[in-house]
C-alpha cells in the first residue's frame, strides 16, 4: 500500500527563497547566463535598446531609426547613391528604394542624376528635409543621451571609437 504524504507547512526559509527567487524572476535573472557576456548579443540588445528609444522619439516626426538615418545621410552633402545608402546601412536596396520613396513622398528628400555615373541617382535633402532632420537629430541626441546615461564622456568616446572600428573594419 503507498504512504500518502501529507502537506507540510512551508518554513520561513523555503518561503523566503521563494520570495527571492519571484523577485529576481524577469530579464535580470537572466544575468547570470553565459550569453550576458557575449559581446555579440551586447551588441545586438544594446542596439535594439538604443532603436527602440529613437524609434519612440522619432515617432512624433513620423520616423523611424532607419528613414532617419537615410535622411541624415542625405543632409550630409555628401550625395550618397542608394547604393552606397544601402551599403554603409547594411540594408537591401530594395529598403532602401522604400525608405527613399516615403522620404520623398514627404518632400524632404529628391533622387537626383548623379555627376560620378549618369546611371546612377544620389539622394539630396530639400529645405523641408533638413528642418525635419534638425528636429529629428535633436530627439536622436535626447535618446542617446539616455541610452548613455550610465557612461562618462570619455567612456561614451571610448565606445563610439570601438564600435566604429567593428562597424568599418575592412572586409577579409
Not at 541610452?147 to 562618462?152: F, P, V, Y
Request: aromatic share 4%; charged share 35%; net charge negative.
Amino acid at each position: 500500500m503507498a504512504v500518502q504524504k501529507t502537506a507540510e507547512p512551508r518554513s520561513a526559509r523555503t518561503t523566503e527563497a521563494a520570495e527571492a527567487e519571484e523577485a529576481a524572476a524577469g530579464p535580470e535573472r537572466l544575468m547570470a547566463a553565459e550569453l550576458a557576456d557575449e559581446i555579440e548579443f551586447l551588441t545586438a540588445r544594446a542596439r535594439s535598446v538604443g532603436s527602440g528609444r529613437a524609434n519612440i522619439a522619432l515617432k512624433e516626426l513620423d520616423l523611424k531609426v532607419r528613414s532617419y538615418s537615410v535622411l541624415s545621410l542625405a543632409c550630409s552633402d555628401l550625395n550618397p547613391s542608394q547604393r552606397e545608402l544601402a551599403d554603409f546601412l547594411s540594408l537591401d536596396p530594395s529598403q532602401i528604394v522604400a525608405l527613399v520613396d516615403e522620404l520623398e513622398r514627404r518632400g524632404a528628400v529628391t533622387r537626383e542624376a548623379d555627376a560620378r555615373d549618369r546611371r546612377s541617382k544620389v539622394i539630396a535633402a530639400t529645405p523641408e528635409g533638413r528642418r525635419l532632420y534638425k528636429q529629428a537629430f535633436a530627439l536622436v541626441r535626447t535618446s542617446e543621451e539616455h541610452s548613455l546615461g550610465e557612461l562618462s564622456h570619455e567612456e561614451r568616446g571610448q565606445l563610439r571609437a570601438l564600435l566604429r572600428r567593428i562597424a568599418f573594419k575592412s572586409a577579409d
